[in-house]
């Protein structure tokens, strides 16, 4: 049967409010927050894999969002897998991708080396 409209705005709701909580739980105390450069609006913000290989572990998993790998070694191991994931905003999520090293470009630009 197909939902109604008031189970699909439900259910959006019911995963928005699932990934703050996931964000917060990487993120640590206080308001969820890029890692690398801070910015704190929630609907920019993304999880990262630490070590990359994120799609392949995506692919892995039948290509779960990753907010649904992280909730689920949370589960299995009782608590926040802070040490494989990173809340990063999208843009630094986009400048680890595209820069040589891994590193957010901002890392660089805040040491004063030019790219
Ligand atoms: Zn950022
Ligand atoms: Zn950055």
């Not at 692919?59 to 790998?69: D, F, I, M």
Request: hydrophobic share 20%; with cysteine.
């Amino acid at each position: 049967m197909p939902l109604t409209p008031e189970q699909v705005e439900r259910r959006r709701r019911n995963q928005e409010k699932r990934r703050v909580e996931t964000l917060r739980g990487i993120s640590g105390p206080g308001d969820p927050r890029c890692e690398c450069c801070g910015e704190d609006r929630v609907w920019s913000l993304t999880f990262d894999h630490r070590d990359g290989g994120g799609n392949e572990h995506r692919r892995a998993h039948g290509n779960a969002p990753t907010v649904v790998l992280v909730r689920r070694d949370r589960k299995r191991l009782g608590r926040w897998p802070i040490e494989t994931y990173a809340v990063l905003c999208a843009t630094c999520n986009h400048g680890r991708r595209v820069s040589r090293d891994g590193r957010c470009p901002h890392e660089r630009e805040r040491e004063g080396v030019n790219q």
